[in-house]
């Protein structure tokens, strides 16, 4: 089986335990219980503070060869209780002297469609933007003999925003611009994901779009967020190629007259637990220069604590 690592904002962090359900002759013997990481900085894709679900693979060679069912073949209901994540039922799991385990989680709890199996990690079918804003998967690193009583979980967001963000470069020579609606065509809208993989994407396409008026006050670029799609990562050309539209009125005070014009673009692949922020700058003074600036970032900026057990 070959080894696996968590990567997120372009930080590894091992996943360390090493447990058994049985009894053994501890003095002092030690729960099991979690570390969640939340990466989440939006309204929609961050936890609700209340549970996750984990599947558990045991391995009593240490290594993941011999994998069996720690804690059965569903996932169990992780809480916090008394300041601490653990299952969410009467049965205790206790850290062993020997061998390894692996988790793999999901959130939230109700998603659907979710199947598992050790070699492909947690798989979620028919996965549609909506839930793909919220979707987010934490899979194992190496396992490790025990080290601490602990276990960190880093999630990650399944899905990714595209976010426009326009200027008005002559605004202040009084050309007033006032955006009337952007879309997207040939956007997937279904499709199956584990962990850093999307696949299946269905057949049929569909044009995503906003019609709200929108006046653009700004002459440079800034940080409002203006338009915002949650869409499944997919490259531009899935489902043929992706044409962005933005729908525009123009008002010159100097000439006294306005007029309504559309600007078209491509659009860029859209990646896992990332942001694509497509910057758009119009110059009516340049002859109506438009300027399209796309840029990516990572979905999450920075790391949280979610749970910490000593």
């Known amino acids: 089986m070959k080894k696996l690592m968590i990567f997120a904002i372009g930080v590894a962090v091992a996943l360390t335990a090493c447990v058994n359900n049985e009894q053994f002759d501890d003095a002092a013997p030690k729960e099991v219980s979690f570390k969640g990481f939340n990466l989440g900085e939006s309204t929609r894709a961050t936890f609700d503070g209340t549970e996750f679900m984990v599947y558990a693979q045991f391995s009593n060679a240490g290594d993941g060869t011999d994998y069996k069912n720690y804690w059965g073949d569903a996932a169990k209901e992780i809480t916090e209780q008394d300041g601490a994540w653990k299952v969410n039922e009467t049965t205790k799991y206790y850290w062993p002297k020997a061998g390894a385990i692996s988790f793999w989680g999901y959130y939230p709890k109700s ?10 990690g947690v798989k979620v079918a028919d ?11 934490a899979d194992p690193a190496e396992s ?3 080290t601490a009583n602990d276990v960190p ?9 595209v976010i426009f963000r326009i200027a008005n470069a002559s605004i202040a020579n009084n050309f007033n611009l006032t955006i009337t609606g952007v879309s997207i065509s040939n956007v997937s809208m279904l499709a199956n994901y584990k962990w850093d993989e999307w ?15 929108v006046a653009i006050s700004e ?7 203006l338009y915002t799609f949650n869409v499944i990562p997919q490259a531009k050309d899935e489902n043929g190629a992706k044409k962005i539209t933005i729908n525009y009125t123009v008002e010159d005070t100097n000439a006294g007259y306005s007029y309504n014009a559309t600007a078209t673009f491509d ?8 942001k694509h922020y497509y910057n758009v700058t119009f110059n009516f003074t340049a002859g109506e220069e438009i300027e399209f600036a796309p840029e990516t970032t990572e979905w999450a900026t920075s790391q949280h604590d979610f749970a910490v057990t000593d």
Do not use: C, R, Y
């Not at 998603?111 to 492909?120: E, L």
């Open 111 to 120: 998603q659907a469609g979710v199947t598992f199996d050790a070699t492909n």
């Open 127 to 137: 996965v549609d933007p909506a839930e793909a804003a919220v979707l987010m998967l």
């Open 144 to 146: 490790k003999l025990k």
């Open 153 to 161: 979980m880093v999630f990650k967001h399944a899905g990714a925003q």
């Open 199 to 213: 696949s299946d994407w269905a057949d049929s396409a569909a044009t995503i779009s906003n019609d709200d008026d």
């Open 219 to 225: 002459a440079a670029i800034g940080s409002t967020d």
């Open 267 to 274: 659009a860029t692949d859209w990646v896992i637990n990332t």
